[in-house]
């Protein structure tokens, strides 16, 4: 059974840092890309940020490139995403997603990811 387990998320005020980790389970961890995405109430679920199998290349959101950074470690089943110089609009439920893929190109879709974690609240107030 997989599963992927977010934590991390809290409340923050706007300019500090939260790190977001979710463990993996059931899968082959290192034949997946990840992602990272987030939600905000009344709106479409986005991708801010991912990386492929082997953390060889990644992606970022226009909205967080140089504030966000997405990591993984293999060994440990984990990807994490950093989240610097939090804005009040970056409010929302993030969930982290693999897709099963060794190419070396993030995928973008919100489908093309197999499986989806619970999601952990950030919250950023102003």
């Known amino acids: 059974q997989v599963q992927l387990v977010e934590s991390g998320g809290g409340l923050v005020q706007s300019g500090g840092s939260l790190r977001l980790s979710c463990a993996a389970s059931g899968l082959s961890f290192s034949r997946y890309a990840m992602g990272w995405f987030r939600q905000a109430p009344g709106k479409e679920r986005e991708l801010v940020a991912g990386?492929?199998?082997?953390?060889?290349?990644?992606y970022y959101s226009v909205s967080v490139k140089g504030r966000f950074t997405i990591s993984r470690d293999n060994a440990k089943n984990t990807v994490y995403l950093q989240l610097n110089s939090l804005k009040p609009e970056d409010t929302a439920v993030y969930y982290c997603a693999a897709d099963e893929s060794v190419r070396q190109l993030v995928p973008v879709r919100v489908n093309a990811y197999d499986y989806w974690g619970q999601g952990t609240q950030v919250t950023v107030s102003s």
């Open positions: 990386i492929t199998w082997n953390g060889d290349a990644t």
